[in-house]
């Protein structure tokens, strides 16, 4: 399974960029059956999972930094998922990677965590400017 960001920019504080993640190469799973998580990275500090959406698309998890401001959907029919960012702060400004894994319990559990996703893709940057 392979995973492609595409999306990220400069762009100025309260602005607004959307993030797709496009999934191709799959061996045996559809798309509909990976849960897809975004997380993100900003010099010196830990991955972050931030938004996540189940397979099916019933179910959503948004970090508490993000929630409010941030909404992730999915289009089966073009394998990718998408987190539209609004109100954007300077402190989102981070390496963004989408991330595929099996939900096994629920996404509240499953997403703040990166350990629960096996498949990433190479990461796409987001400055937010003042």
């Known amino acids: 399974l392979q995973l492609v960001e595409f999306g990220g920019g400069l762009v100025q504080r309260g602005g607004s960029l959307t993030l797709s993640c496009t999934a191709s190469g799959f061996d045996g799973l559809g798309f509909d059956a990976w849960t897809i998580g975004w997380f993100r990275q900003a010099p010196g500090r830990e991955r972050e999972g931030i938004s996540c959406i189940s397979h099916n698309g019933g179910d959503t998890y948004y970090g508490d930094s993000v929630k409010g401001r941030f909404t992730i959907s999915k289009d089966d029919a073009k394998n990718t998922v998408y987190l539209q960012m609004d109100n954007l702060e300077i402190a989102d400004t981070a390496v963004y990677y989408c991330?595929?894994?099996?939900?096994?319990?629920?996404?509240?559990?499953?997403?703040?965590?990166?350990?629960?996703?096996?498949?990433w893709g190479q990461g796409t940057q987001v400055t937010v400017s003042s």
């Open positions: 991330a595929a894994g099996i939900l096994t319990s629920t996404v509240q559990f499953m997403c703040p965590t990166s350990r629960y996703f096996p498949h």
